[in-house]
């Protein structure tokens, strides 16, 4: 009796798999980056074109973002850009559809995440960066953008007075040059005996 209840409940799993697996396959609905954790800020590993097949492992329980696998690829997409079939329809991954679809919800391991995922990626090597979290390294890039904006910006007015100097030395020239030339207008010539430029005189 035992043997013929265990290996009733061994068919029904074997039957169930297929669904478990069929509902854990999702689909792009645009074209979506495939980030490398759950938010636009962290590094795109690629982009999953519209209407290409994902691998659902699972999503986030406060966050709408779900980790997925296109082709040999690992990472995060929005629940809004990803669709699966429930009840024959295709509705978008929303945490009251996780159950029903047998997706679990998951957390985010930095560490172990982009130790299997990205060791090859040359974002990889700004994980220290990356660890604290994307609104850190997000504040990060905003102070490095505000000091080379200031350095810019003394670079310019250092550019800026060096050429009004020079237009200045030239303007001084020109106008020395000018002065020179008027003088030696206004020269008298000395006459000579039989000098025809004092004819007049």
């Known amino acids: 009796m035992k043997d013929a209840f265990f290996r009733a409940a061994a068919v029904c799993a074997l039957l169930l798999v ?16 495939m980030r ?3 938010s636009t800020r ?13 691998e659902i492992h699972g999503c986030l329980a406060d966050l709408p973002w779900c980790d997925v696998s296109f082709y040999s690829g690992r990472g995060w997409v929005a629940g809004r850009y990803v669709q699966a079939i429930y009840r024959s329809n295709r509705v978008y991954l929303e945490p009251e559809y996780y159950r029903p679809l047998g997706i679990p919800t998951v957390v985010f391991q930095f560490d172990g995440y982009w130790d299997r995922n990205y060791r090859g990626r040359d974002f990889y090597r700004d994980r220290d960066r990356w660890r604290r979290g994307p609104d850190w390294a997000g504040e990060r890039d905003r102070r490095d953008w505000e000091r080379q904006r200031a350095w810019d910006r003394r670079e310019w007015e250092r550019r800026q007075v060096s050429e009004d ?9 020109d106008e020395r040059r000018e002065r020179r030339r008027d003088n030696e207008m206004r020269v008298v010539p000395e006459c000579g005996f039989d000098d025809r430029l004092c004819e007049n005189d």
Do not use: H, M
């Open 165 to 173: 100097r020079r237009e200045w030395e030239r303007d001084r020239d």
């Open 36 to 38: 490398s954790g759950p």
């Open 18 to 33: 297929p669904a478990v697996a069929k509902a854990a396959q999702g689909f792009a609905t645009a074209n979506v980056n």
């Open 42 to 54: 962290y590094p795109a590993v690629t982009v999953i074109p519209a209407g290409e097949s994902v």
